[in-house]
């Protein structure tokens, strides 16, 4: 039986699902074809155990996963869970303790909030061997560096610094134990030493939710955002964050905690954070949480905005990475 790229990917690609594995895989009811497909080509491959966990429409919003997947999770060697809908202020939470629950055992997890068909289609269905080639070669340029200067034509000129901090590769290929992240993926990243970013950088592509017609300018000083400019759009962010301000941990709302870089052909500006960060040519500066082994920052906020900018200039301890959006490696 032929199935799509997307399926051959997710299955044989990306998590390397092998006989005799344990899986676990949570999808919701907008995803049912493609949980049937990945069943029909999960059990192809012989798995020990497979279990399934559809999120019914009826219990949404649900905060919280039943306590006997979280169990499950520390017990399988594979973890997938891909949903259509998410709604973030009440259920990101469960996304979170998903993460923990997988980190206390041994299993391979990927996840992929707020999936549709088209995704599949494009982000889902690209090279990953590709991705990981150029993710793994941005990496291994930024390893033990220190400064960066970002620059794009609207006026970016962010210097921060990374010293000490762990460069992660969202390469999309867990193949080893306790490996996950997001798929679609393709994004190369790494949290800056919190206090020590400065300067300007112009958001001309997206925030979540936000596709942005009139950049937003924020000034930043010592690491946290002291000034937003902009439109409607840039409004709608001050919105964003001072909701966030008004939670536990709000302080830290405004603190720049990322750095990515785009890795994958496929990805399309959408106003989705998990297809538009990983959009080649683009870098993402981020505000808000990285207080997680998967950032390794040290900054705590209920929120996590990623801001995505157009051709930029990416320069690394004097030595040029991406030259107006076009890659140097």
């Given at each position: 039986m032929?199935?799509?790229r997307w399926?051959?990917n997710?299955v044989?690609?990306?998590?390397a699902?092998?006989?005799?594995?344990?899986?676990?895989?949570i999808?919701?009811?907008?995803?049912?074809?493609?949980?049937?497909?990945?069943v029909?080509?999960?059990?192809?491959?012989?798995?020990?155990?497979?279990?399934?966990y559809?999120?019914?429409?009826?219990?949404?919003?649900?905060?919280?996963?039943?306590?006997?997947?979280?169990?499950?999770?520390?017990?399988?060697?594979?973890?997938?869970?891909?949903?259509?809908?998410r709604?973030?202020?009440i259920?990101t939470?469960?996304?979170?303790?998903?993460?923990?629950a997988v980190?206390?055992?041994?299993?391979?997890?990927a996840?992929?909030?707020?999936?549709?068909?088209?995704?599949?289609?494009?982000?889902?269905s690209a090279?990953y061997?590709?991705?990981?080639?150029?993710?793994?070669r941005?990496?291994?340029?930024?390893?033990?560096?220190?400064?960066?200067?970002i620059?794009?034509?609207?006026g970016?000129?962010?210097?921060?610094?990374?010293?000490?901090?762990?460069v992660?590769?969202?390469?999309?290929l867990?193949?080893?134990?306790?490996?996950?992240?997001?798929?679609?993926?393709?994004?190369?990243?790494?949290?800056?030493?919190e206090?020590?970013t400065?300067g300007?950088?112009?958001?001309?592509?997206?925030?979540?939710?936000?596709?942005i017609d009139?950049?937003?300018r924020?000034?930043?000083?010592?690491?946290?955002?002291?000034d937003?400019?902009?439109?409607?759009?840039a409004?709608?962010?001050?919105?964003?964050?001072?909701?966030g301000e008004?939670?536990?941990?709000?302080?830290?709302?405004?603190?720049?905690?990322?750095?990515?870089?785009?890795?994958?052909?496929?990805?399309?500006?959408?106003?989705?954070v998990?297809?538009?960060?990983?959009?080649?040519?683009?870098?993402h500066?981020?505000?808000?949480?990285?207080?997680?082994?998967?950032?390794?920052?040290?900054?705590?906020?209920?929120?996590?905005?990623d801001?995505?900018?157009?051709?930029?200039?990416?320069?690394?301890?004097?030595?040029?990475?991406i030259?107006?959006?076009?890659?140097?490696?």
């Amino acid at each position: 039986m032929a199935f799509p790229r997307w399926v051959e990917n997710i299955v044989d690609v990306c998590m390397a699902i092998q006989p005799g594995e344990k899986v676990l895989l949570i999808t919701d009811e907008p995803m049912a074809v493609m949980r049937r497909q990945l069943v029909e080509r999960i059990v192809q491959v012989g798995p020990g155990e497979l279990w399934t966990y559809t999120v019914a429409d009826a219990t949404r919003p649900l905060p919280h996963y039943p306590a006997a997947l979280y169990e499950l999770a520390g017990q399988v060697d594979v973890v997938l869970i891909f949903e259509h809908r998410r709604n973030p202020e009440i259920e990101t939470p469960r996304a979170l303790e998903m993460v923990e629950a997988v980190e206390r055992g041994q299993a391979r997890f990927a996840s992929g909030p707020m999936i549709n068909e088209s995704i599949l289609e494009h982000e889902l269905s690209a090279d990953y061997r590709e991705i990981a080639s150029l993710t793994n070669r941005l990496g291994d340029r930024l390893d033990g560096r220190a400064r960066v200067r970002i620059t794009t034509p609207l006026g970016t000129d962010l210097e921060m610094e990374i010293a000490g901090r762990t460069v992660m590769r969202d390469t999309g290929l867990f193949h080893n134990p306790r490996d996950h992240g997001n798929l679609p993926a393709g994004e190369c990243y790494v949290a800056p030493i919190e206090d020590r970013t400065n300067g300007v950088f112009v958001v001309d592509k997206s925030y979540p939710g936000i596709l942005i017609d009139e950049p937003i300018r924020l000034t930043v000083e010592r690491g946290r955002v002291v000034d937003i400019a902009g439109g409607r759009e840039a409004r709608q962010l001050e919105d964003m964050i001072r909701d966030g301000e008004r939670k536990p941990h709000g302080e830290g709302c405004r603190v720049v905690c990322e750095l990515g870089i785009g890795t994958n052909p496929n990805a399309r500006l959408q106003g989705n954070v998990l297809t538009d960060e990983k959009v080649m040519g683009t870098v993402h500066i981020a505000i808000g949480h990285n207080a997680l082994a998967s950032y390794g920052g040290q900054n705590r906020a209920p929120l996590h905005l990623d801001g995505v900018i157009g051709e930029p200039t990416l320069v690394v301890d004097g030595a040029t990475l991406i030259d107006g959006g076009a890659y140097r490696v």
